[in-house]
């Protein structure tokens, strides 16, 4: 498995239409694919990527997007996220989004959107922003509010099994 093995497939003819529908089809196919490389990726052994902008791009894709089609409604969905968060701060430092094609870029954000941490949640809106993502900064905006809100997102919490408060119920 190849960096670009990655962003080929993600990035192909079509494939932007499915990034965000939950089909069984696509989850199947990214599953069979790509679980044994996110299993590398979780474990480190796939680290090495990181160090120029595609490879950290294909890396964050690997452990923020992937596990959410391959594990989807398990708690395993959530399980890379720290790692794609860290590597996504580490790649913004090294100023690879500089370096990525803007049609790309809001992949290697993304990580901050789906962090329950409030300071990254205003990175991801002031990222968004700046690179004039309009379409990815609205979601931003809405995850950030979750996050002052609630301080978590409550559509995980049956997942994780956490409890919800009364006002997440009712949201």
């Known amino acids: 498995?190849?960096?670009s093995d990655i962003l080929d497939f993600w990035f192909a003819d079509g494939m932007q239409r499915q990034w965000f529908r939950a089909t069984p089809a696509l989850d199947a196919q990214i599953r069979e694919r790509f679980s044994a490389a996110w299993r590398l990726g979780t474990n480190?052994?796939?680290?090495?990527?990181a160090t120029t902008p595609d490879g950290a791009l294909a890396l964050v894709i690997l452990l923020d997007q992937f596990p959410l089609n391959m594990f989807?409604?398990?708690a395993a969905s959530f399980a890379s996220e720290s790692k794609?968060?860290?590597?996504?701060?580490?790649?913004?430092?090294?100023?690879f989004d500089r370096q990525l094609p803007r049609d790309r870029?809001?992949?290697l954000y993304m990580p901050l959107?789906?962090?329950?941490d409030l300071e990254d949640?205003?990175?991801?809106?002031?990222?968004?922003?700046a690179a004039g993502l309009d379409d990815n900064l609205r979601f931003a905006r809405h995850h950030r509010d979750l996050i002052r809100r609630f301080g978590r997102f409550p559509h995980r919490n049956a997942i994780l099994g956490r409890s919800s408060s009364l006002e997440e119920l009712d949201y």
């Open 72 to 74: 989807r409604g398990q």
């Open 105 to 107: 870029l809001a992949f």
């Open 113 to 116: 959107m789906h962090s329950e």
């Open 121 to 129: 949640q205003e990175r991801s809106v002031a990222l968004y922003e």
């Open 84 to 95: 794609a968060i860290a590597i996504t701060k580490a790649a913004i430092s090294r100023q």
């Open 44 to 49: 480190g052994e796939l680290d090495h990527w």
């Open 1 to 3: 498995m190849r960096a």
